[in-house]
């Protein structure tokens, strides 16, 4: 079964300090999909990336980055220079295999960014 | 634009009550869902489905019916409300996705429905 991990429940960082999510995942499947959502405190829950597991490069989108590494299950996420705007819970999530298979999500971290 | 609409976005509701949470896409998605998060347990999926006519429970599905009216809608019912179902229910559709192509398979959520139960 498919199994997401964030082991940091709450972290608090002084802005433009860099910060990293971690998340970690078990699944049996040799092809899956990994994703990060943004939830701010307005509520809304916002797409940020998705990540297929035969693509190991990381990437880099501004300020964010994602770690993806097969050999650790893992999929960090780090915010580069963090800001008050950054303030949010962050969830990781996993979908096993081609198709429909529904995501499954971690707890979430919360991030306060403090000026 | 209206992506995914849910309805309503507020309600109480006694012990016992019953109630439905409506939930309409506009993107022509295949595929929709139900999930309830609670404080520090994350987003839990109660049923989904897979396509029209087709619905499949969910990690958490006791207590909660659902209708897959159409290609556009998917309700979730509540048949005896209970405290325990007090949360803040999401729906969200999705298209199906395969490797290679440009679809990213995410998720596109509506804005919530916060549901307490007394």
């Known amino acids: 079964a498919q199994k997401v991990t964030q082991a940091q429940t709450e972290i608090s960082v002084v802005e433009k300090e860099d910060v990293t999510l971690d998340c970690v995942y078990e699944?049996?499947?040799?092809?899956?999909?990994l994703f990060w959502y943004k939830q701010p405190p307005s509520g809304e829950l916002v797409f940020l990336i998705r990540r297929n597991s035969f693509d190991e490069q990381n990437e880099i989108s501004g300020r964010y980055s994602w770690n993806f590494q097969k050999s650790t299950s893992s999929f960090n996420f780090t915010i580069t220079a963090s800001q008050v705007v950054d303030s949010a819970v962050y969830f990781c999530a996993l979908s096993e295999a081609v198709g429909n298979t529904p995501l499954v999500f971690g707890k979430g971290t919360r991030l306060s960014v403090i000026a | 634009n209206a992506g995914v609409t849910q309805t309503p976005k507020f309600q109480v509701l006694k012990t016992g009550q019953s109630m439905t949470l409506q939930c309409a896409q506009d993107?022509?998605?295949?595929?929709m869902y139900w999930y309830r998060q609670d404080p520090g347990m994350g987003l839990r999926l109660i049923y989904y489905s897979a396509s029209e006519g087709t619905t499949d429970k969910g990690e958490v599905p006791n207590g909660y019916n659902v209708s897959r009216l159409n290609k556009r809608e998917f309700s979730l019912r509540l048949e005896s409300a209970a405290p325990s179902q007090t949360s803040v229910y999401f729906c969200?559709?999705?298209?199906?996705?395969?490797?290679?192509?440009?679809?990213?398979?995410?998720?596109?959520f509506g804005e919530g429905s916060r549901l307490t139960v007394l």
């Open positions: 969200a559709s999705s298209e199906w996705f395969l490797a290679g192509a440009t679809n990213t398979g995410e998720l596109f």
């Open positions: 993107m022509n998605h295949n595929s």
């Open positions: 699944t049996r499947d040799t092809t899956y999909y």
